[in-house]
């Protein structure tokens, strides 16, 4: 990861686009649609059904591929990207950068920083949803799972596993066959958290690691009732972006500190 330089933009109303779906992207789209100055525009990638409100212009979609964003920065001339997706949202990712290059759009990543075991951890990185899969048997039975509705088909085999899957809206198939749904949205408390653990008798918990204080609680619950917590490492950023940790660097990249 490339340290952020701020800069400044064009001072004739710049419009900067902002690949949003995270608590960063809506805390920025907000700072910025409050300036007079600025035009913000926030992209969602519509795979939730009733995102919560976003200040500013909204667009809903996907842009088709790095070439069809590319296109879409110029028609709109666009002075400046923030990509402020999920941690995960790797091809997305990929194709803002591509973007940027072949139009010469400056561009960021907005990225909070990830979490990092402390004592009384019990924490198992792996690089991805399959190896995740893999380990569980030698952890446990009784699995919270929080990967979100569009991965579970890698754990969709694994027949002697007993499933808590929490998600905001309902997956789709394939699923594991022993599975039981938890539809909710967060943020939890520690509390909460624990006694979800308590009631299922879950034994372990995979997760993303997604970062920020919003999805932790579960993190804390799991260390205080002696739970392994099978982590799944972000995948790397592309190569040569900038990026910055939060909502004040991003703003400080743009220029509007």
Request: no cysteine; net charge neutral.
């Amino acid at each position: 990861m490339r340290a952020a330089a701020p800069r400044t933009l064009d001072a004739m109303s710049p419009h900067v686009l902002i690949l949003g779906g995270t608590t960063e992207a809506r805390e920025l789209a907000a700072e910025l649609a409050a300036r007079a100055d600025v035009r913000v525009t926030t992209s969602l990638a519509g795979r939730v059904s009733r995102p919560g409100a976003v200040d500013g212009d909204v667009r809903i979609g996907g842009f088709g591929g790095a070439e069809g964003l590319a296109e879409w920065l110029r028609v709109h001339d666009v002075s400046a990207v923030v990509d402020a997706t999920h941690p995960f949202a790797e091809a997305i990712t990929a194709n803002a950068a591509r973007a940027a290059a072949l139009t010469g759009t400056p561009a960021v990543v907005l990225r909070r920083p990830g979490w990092r075991p402390g004592p009384g951890d019990d924490w198992h990185p792996v690089a991805s949803l399959d190896a995740a899969a893999e380990l569980l048997p030698r952890l446990g039975r009784r699995v919270l799972l929080t990967t979100g509705r569009l991965g579970l088909a890698a754990f969709a085999h694994l027949t002697e596993q007993f499933f808590v899957v929490r998600s905001v809206e309902r997956p789709e198939p394939p699923m594991p066959p022993d599975v039981e749904l938890v539809l909710a949205r967060g943020p939890f408390t520690v509390a909460e958290e624990s006694a979800l653990l308590r009631e299922h008798r879950i034994d372990v918990i995979v997760t993303k690691d997604s970062g920020g204080e919003a999805t932790a609680a579960k993190l804390t619950a799991a260390r205080e009732l002696g739970v392994p917590v099978v982590v799944v490492r972000r995948p790397p950023l592309p190569s040569g972006v900038t990026a910055v940790a939060d909502v004040p660097g991003a703003l400080a990249w743009l220029g509007h500190s």
